[in-house]
């Protein structure tokens, strides 16, 4: 099952061009956000490998910089600009260095409307729905007859096959789903990603199988919203079932899954979790807020209350559950009531690990035009407060000598 036979060829194409030169090109594919991008980047890099590439980490004496960026919050988009905007002084210093822009900024219109007018030093630019078409927009940018701008907007078929350059044993990701169907209102990603689209199980167990084979014994499933997997797929399954298949895989490996949303998670799924050995005792569950009129709100589509029956569902199957979570502080009409709320579910829950966001505000979703009159300064403030109680909390749990995994 290979990707796109024409892409094919222009790997060959560029596998040709790359042999004829005096040394092997190298590559530096540098990889913002989340673990979506990192698979992403193990493509890229497996498709680079398969033209004949090297590798790098130094800017300097790369040929082709690939950077995968992430748009999830300002902060990661002034990151990123700020280090392409760098890459100027780079490239004066190596003329016929090739620069790409990928990954999910560069799936907005108006980001790369600035990439064209103000980083012209940038010569190739796409989104994450073409990624399967890299060694054609590869071969194009090459021809140096002008910039690429790529517009696809998704919606075509899931492409398998594309070649994987992974990073040696233990850990390997595999992805199970790609984009998200939530539209959180807060939320960049299903804008960028598209229409949620889930592999197929036979395509997942393929993979972890052959991960298996190589030695491959801590894997990770990934998805958006690994709980809503199988959507749309014939016949149909879900989440619960896929785990239990991967677990069937013969081997000794571990295997774990992220992001779970509280709305989809399933007592099968915590029951296939409890019965397997195989499946780590982790789950990393985001609350985002723990108060109801907020995660209305953000349109999270589940309560406090049924989130706290979903914790308690799975600490009664698993007393040894490290639990994760991500919160949002400073959501638009965010009172100080409503933090206190998310302070006492913190305080009920005790989680092991929290990722901790101040909102931002991301152009084109419906929180953006939301009015938001709390200062910045309070919002940093209650950032402070939830630092320390998180840090109190998870210096109880090590003293209970329950570490933190
Ligand atoms: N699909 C995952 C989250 C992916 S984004 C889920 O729903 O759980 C990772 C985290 O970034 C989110 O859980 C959220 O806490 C945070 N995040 C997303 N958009 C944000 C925004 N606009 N401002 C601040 N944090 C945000
Ligand atoms: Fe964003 Fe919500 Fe989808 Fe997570 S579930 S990626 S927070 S829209
Ligand atoms: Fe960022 Fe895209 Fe992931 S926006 S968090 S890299 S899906």
Not at 300 to 317: C, K, P, V
Request: proline share 7%; charged share 25%; aromatic share 8%.
């Amino acid at each position: 099952m290979g990707y796109a036979p024409e892409q094919q060829a222009y790997v060959a194409r560029l596998r040709a061009l790359f042999g004829g030169a005096d040394a092997p090109p190298l590559a530096f594919v540098d990889t913002y956000g989340c673990q979506q991008n990192e698979a992403d980047s193990e493509r890229l890099r497996g498709m680079l490998f398969e033209m004949g590439c090297g590798f790098t980490t130094r800017e300097e004496e790369a040929d082709l910089i690939v950077i995968n960026t992430c748009a999830v919050r300002e902060h990661a988009e002034m990151r990123v600009l700020g280090n392409v905007g760098a890459l100027i002084h780079t490239k004066r210093n190596k003329p016929r260095q090739l620069i790409a822009l990928c990954g999910c900024m560069m799936q907005s219109p108006e980001v790369v409307e600035k990439v064209r007018r103000s980083y012209r030093h940038v010569d190739l630019v796409f989104g994450p729905h073409a990624l399967p078409r890299f060694p054609e927009l590869l071969w194009r940018a090459l021809a140096r007859t002008g910039r690429i701008f790529d517009r696809d907007e998704g919606g075509g078929p899931l492409t398998e096959g594309l070649p994987v350059y992974r990073a040696a044993p233990p850990r390997a990701w595999v992805s199970i789903m790609y984009g998200c169907d939530n539209f959180c209102s807060y939320c960049i990603v299903p804008h960028v990603r598209g229409r949620e689209r889930s592999r197929s199980p036979e395509a997942v167990l393929e993979e972890v199988f052959s991960l298996v084979r190589g030695g491959y014994t801590e894997l990770t499933l990934l998805g958006q919203n690994v709980n809503s997997y199988g959507k749309g797929l014939a016949p149909p399954t879900d989440f619960a079932a896929l785990l239990a298949s991967v677990c069937r895989v013969p081997g000794d490996f571990t295997v774990g899954f992220m992001t779970s949303h509280p709305k989809d998670a399933t007592c099968r799924m915590l029951d296939v979790m409890a019965e397997n050995p195989k499946i780590r005792r982790h789950l990393h569950l985001p609350f985002q807020s723990g108060s109801d009129r907020i995660l209305r709100a953000m349109g999270r589509g589940y309560t406090r209350a049924s989130y706290e029956r979903l914790i308690d569902d799975a600490r009664a199957r698993m007393p040894d559950l490290n639990l994760t979570s991500d919160v949002i502080v400073g959501f638009p009409g965010e009172t100080e009531a409503d933090f206190a709320d998310t302070l006492s579910l913190l305080a009920r829950v005790r989680f092991h690990n929290l990722f901790t966001f101040i909102y931002s505000k991301r152009p084109g979703t419906p929180a953006a035009d939301l009015p938001d009159d709390t200062p910045p300064a309070v919002k940093r403030e209650r950032m402070a407060r939830l630092l320390a109680l998180q840090r109190q909390l998870s210096a109880g749990e090590r003293a209970n000598g329950k570490g933190t995994g």
